[in-house]
């Protein structure tokens, strides 16, 4: 079953000029999107690549001008659409009147979570998000991370089925964005749908089941994450010795020959580059330098945008 | 639970923790300098006095407390995006300003109850006795002020904070001028006559809500006019109330 689902989706903002005609700015231009149950979805841009624009039309803040969508098979215009939904905002969102418990149990109350499910749904939210001992102080003193932090626990107040993340890494120190990583991992499990826009492509690339390039309004590719890992290495090893002295493992692992002792050679994974730093100490080669390979999305993603401005200047 | 109740009550936390029961205290404050001014004259100049002070007051605080209450109502769930929060649950647009429209009144009840108590305890304290009419022209004022929180919650989602607080002005002083635009419409004649026709049906009727000069004199007026008084609240409520979800619901919450 398709969770998500937009056909042709459009979306424009209109600009009413004194002395001239409407005119018409699309953002969103034929959008077509199937996201399976339990997928985790990724959705890579640049900064007015229409990301956001994308998430506030399924969301319905924004209203669709062609085409049309579906969330779990509802139309987005329909308040029903959104009852299994959650939405963790780009901005920290915070009421400057409450706290942090006090803040959810608002959230939770319109959600229709109530009694003693709502206060244990809201201990062990607080408790994973380690926001337990910030308890009563005022959510104006809450550092941005620690408001990302409350907000993930919004989001998955009322257990949805569907989990909307813009950029859910924003603003958070390593340790939040390990966590939003393991909270990720642990809904996947439960086989949510999650749809996350991000410009992080490391981030991407470790939790996406699929990754979508978004470039000026328009899907560019949709590509699988395994898919991408297979095909690009992610390490680079210059080595100096004698080919011979390799295993022939490593030997169909060389790429190019710099000269006749030095020579590189691609890693596809960090335990072939471990087992090549392990054998390096007893044989007869010596590793000069090892570099991660450039991010193959990150590069994938680069081509896109210089395909998209070689076509704009020949246009 | 009622996300318009459950709206209603957060609107009520807001209002109560931006101290606007400061503004009762003003009341107060101003209050007790119209009694030391009216202890100066005889009996009845002070009755008619601290009434006359009272009700004016009662109306002018009233209007600041709709005004700074609502009107940021609108614009801080959007600043704050606790509305793309809320819109992104369960709740339409209409619950929405319903839920911000009863939070609004809840926090003018309580602040317009406060203020009669102290009005009546002043009242009672320099033994002017407390009548029906006095209650009746309060019942009324506070129609009024249902109104203009209305007014305000639409104009804040229509507006900036700058041109609503223009607009709510405006509609308080006009609507409190229909009574002479009606006397204007029989004193003119043609287009005018009938621009100003327009003007007078189009423009919510404050002075019906005004009995402060018949409870200061004593004047007897029926009671059906209260059932008319508070159909028509109601009706202009409902009417503006419902301007406003459609105007909610056609915008971008960008």
Redesign the interface.
Known sequence: MNVIQTNNLGFGYQTNHWFSSKKDHDILKGISLEIKEGEVFVLLGHNGAGKTTLFRVLLNFLPITSGEAFVLGIPVFKPEARANVGYLSEHPIFYPHLDGPSFLELFADLGGITGDVKKGRIATLLEKTGLISHGNKPLTSYSKGMLQRLNLCRCLLANPKVVFLDEPILGLDPLGQQLVREIITEMRSEGKTIFINTHATAFAREIADRIAFIMAGALSGIINRSEVVAVEPPFIALVQGHPQSFSERFSSLIQNMVDENTFSILLPDEKTRNELLVQSVHAEFQVISLTGASDPIERRFNLLAAELDAKEKAQ | ?N?IW??AK?TL??SL??RSLFLVLFFALALVFFMIIACKGDESFRQKMVLDAGMTLLKVFGVFLVIFNTLPLFPGERD???L?????????RSQVVYGLFSGAILALILNFVLMVAIFFLTSAGIGLPLSFSMFRSLVFLFEELCVLTAFSVFFSIGTSFLVALMLCFFILIVGNMTYSLHLIIHETQGVVAKGIAIAYYLLPNFSLFDLKDAAINSQTIPYSYDFAAILYSVSLCVVILCLASWLLERQ???
């Open positions: 639970m996300p459950v709206l957060n936390r807001k923790q931006a704050h995006h606790t793309h929060a809320i819109l992104s649950m369960n709740v339409s971008e919450i960008s």
